[in-house]
């Protein structure tokens, strides 16, 4: 034998002696990948549904920050300052099914995502807080004047 032939032959007969070692088992194809641990990502669960809805809620009412103060503008009222939309997050009502948006000052307002709405957490008929009443167009936020 050549020397490049026995380097060669060392590593061969070692794989060879691994395989080898490794026994008879007469596993079909099928058996291995039945026992094979899959990395897939598990479906979304009503969870992870909700805190989409409540990231989308999140930029919805961000969105709103340049009506809100074209409303105001046109209305005399004061505009709303941005740290409200800017710092805004979300918290889920799971009882209620709600999703909250949580302004920067730490006021709630349910969404409708379905109306691309919001309202007071008393309901669309409720009180909406006073800074959203007179600062904002009354059919993205909905509710009663505060008086």
């Known amino acids: 034998m050549t020397a490049r032939l026995r380097s060669l032959a060392a590593p061969v007969v070692l794989a060879v002696a691994l395989l080898g070692a490794c026994g008879?088992?007469?596993e079909t194809?099928?058996?291995?990948?039945?026992?094979?641990?899959?990395?897939?990502s598990p479906?979304?669960?009503?969870?992870?549904?909700m805190d989409a809805a409540g990231a989308e809620a999140v930029a919805l009412f961000q969105s709103y920050e340049d009506e809100c103060a074209a409303h105001a503008e046109s209305t005399g009222n004061a505009?709303?300052?941005?740290?409200?939309?800017?710092d805004a997050t979300f918290e889920l009502d799971d009882a209620l099914?709600?999703?909250?948006?949580?302004?920067?000052?730490g006021t709630a307002l349910v969404v409708d995502l379905e109306t691309s709405t919001f309202h007071s957490v008393d309901?669309?008929?409720?009180?909406?807080?006073p800074s959203?009443?007179?600062?904002?167009?009354?059919?993205?936020?909905?509710?009663?004047l505060h008086g």
């Open 43 to 49: 479906d979304p669960g009503p969870e992870d549904d």
């Open 79 to 86: 505009v709303l300052a941005p740290s409200l939309f800017a």
């Open 24 to 26: 008879d088992d007469d």
């Open 132 to 144: 959203y009443s007179f600062s904002c167009p009354p059919e993205l936020f909905v509710g009663t």
């Open 97 to 105: 099914g709600e999703v909250r948006v949580i302004d920067g000052s």
């Open 123 to 129: 309901g669309p008929e409720g009180e909406l807080p």
């Open 29 to 40: 194809a099928a058996e291995v990948e039945a026992t094979t641990t899959t990395t897939e």
